[in-house]
Nanobody, 124 residues
Framework: QVQLVESGGGLVQAGDSLRLSCAVS????????VGWFRQAPRKEREFVGC??????SAYYADPRRSTISRDTAKNTVLLQMDRVIPEDTAVYYC???????????????????WGQGTQVTVSS
């Protein structure tokens, strides 16, 4: 089992940066990646980005604004999104890829474990 806990959500002003953290614990030795997704009201969950667990590569839906990194010492994965807009308002989730790397990492079905989510609201 892998446990993930997101933190850092809240109210963000449009144009500022949002910074979220995903604390990972449990059977991390079998992990291959951590992804970030978001879900706005009445919309489907969408891919934001992911990082390989060894930190070698990261992949983004919007590489101009997003950065994902891993803090190895703290076993956390960080998401920074710059120049946020009201349309970035959503519940943000982190999720774990376990067992093997999957090239369908943009698909939420590829992930084995999910955090509970953290609300981000961008005010204009």
């Amino acid at each position: 089992q892998v446990q993930l806990v997101e933190s850092g959500g809240g109210l963000v002003q449009a144009g500022d940066s949002l910074r979220l953290s995903c604390a990972v614990s449990g059977r991390t030795a079998t992990m291959y990646g951590v992804g970030w997704f978001r879900q706005a009201p009445r919309k489907e969950r969408e891919f934001v980005g992911c990082i390989r667990w060894n930190g070698s590569s990261a992949y983004y839906a919007d590489p101009r604004r997003s950065t994902i990194s891993r803090d190895t010492a703290k076993n956390t994965v960080l998401l920074q999104m710059d120049r946020v807009i009201p349309e970035d308002t959503a519940v943000y989730y982190c999720a774990a890829l376990e067992g093997q790397w999957r090239w369908n990492y943009r698909d939420s079905d590829a992930y084995n474990y999910w955090g509970q989510g953290t609300q981000v609201t961008v005010s204009s």
